[in-house]
């Protein structure tokens, strides 16, 4: 298998046939879908390259990368980092433990963002959409998993392209529009911060998409899609490429349609009227965003 070191934008790191470019067009940021790429080529995602990444983020002085170990059930939650492991140790003996490891926003080192606009250049074009004008916070993330582990039951805020480069793993996922798998009160609770407000669905164990992703495959999950993961019996590695909108009135109106509800109103629902819910984001909204953003600064300013 040949190993690209640099990206190079336009240089096919997805694949570019008519059926590829119809799922991207058609589904993006609407309904998961499998798609193809070249990612598990880069050198730049091999456990070598891993690892002396992981000992960057580890000499950073705001740590932003996460690890934890154990075995979660599918309706649990994740757990917390165990004191007597680094980020280095838990990569290293990611194949005997049962370690999920998160390499979070790594296109701040230099080579990886040179990817991460290689990628958005290409998902671009793929999907129609000018991803640097209309979304917003674009984010490279690497997962890291022992063989046979779960992950979680949740949902994301973000559009999510998920690439396996390394091991086979499934996923499966659950429609947020769909109001048996996530009422109204559930999104107005996730977005006000309460991040096990989805519940889980026993009956829909096998999800309703489920995918079963190998290096040069990945899904497509669009933002607050529930969804879960099971590794096979090897070590998986898998990169993340989320995007937010950068207009995105609904958020908006589930936290003030939130809070609204408290009162012992019964709010519109978001989407049924896009006048209603760009008043509902540009108060109450706007206001929960910065008074979130304070608190978020005085946290890690004061540890208040």
């Known amino acids: 298998m040949a190993t690209i070191t640099h990206p190079v934008a336009g240089s096919g790191l997805f694949a570019q046939d008519t059926e590829n470019r119809k799922l991207f067009a058609e589904h993006f940021d609407h309904q998961p879908f499998l798609f193809r790429h070249a990612l598990n080529t880069m050198e730049l995602f091999q456990m070598p390259a891993l690892l002396k990444l992981a000992r960057k983020c580890m000499d950073k002085r705001q740590q932003k990368s996460h690890f934890e170990t154990g075995k979660p059930v599918v309706d649990g939650f994740f757990g917390n980092k165990p004191a007597d492991l680094t980020l280095v140790q838990a990569l290293e003996r990611i194949g005997e433990d049962s370690n999920w490891i998160i390499l979070k926003r790594i296109h701040e080192e230099p080579e990886y963002r040179e990817a991460l606009e290689a990628f958005i250049t290409e998902l671009s074009e793929l999907t129609g959409i000018d991803l640097r004008r209309d979304y917003h916070d674009p984010i490279l993330t690497i997962f890291i998993t022992s063989p046979n582990r779960i992950t979680p039951y949740h949902l994301d805020g973000e559009a999510n392209f998920l690439a396996q480069v390394q ?62 993961v099971k590794n096979d019996n090897n070590v998986s590695v898998s990169v993340s490429v989320n995007f937010k909108r950068v207009r995105n009135d609904s958020i908006g109106a589930y936290r003030t349609n939130y809070f609204t509800r408290k009162l012992g109103l019964r709010p519109t629902v978001p989407g049924q009227s896009p006048a209603v819910d760009r008043i509902k984001s540009l108060t109450v909204g706007n206001l929960y965003t910065g008074l979130h953003a304070t608190r978020k600064a005085l946290r890690s300013r004061f540890g208040i």
């Open 167 to 228: 091991g086979s793993k499934t996923v499966y996922v659950y429609n947020a529009n769909d109001p048996q798998i996530l009422t109204e009160e559930e999104k107005e609770k996730y977005w006000t911060g309460h991040l096990l407000a989805p519940r889980w669905h026993e009956e829909l164990s096998n999800g309703q998409w489920h995918f079963d992703v190998t290096p040069g495959t990945g899904v497509f999950n669009p933002a607050t899609f529930p969804h879960y």
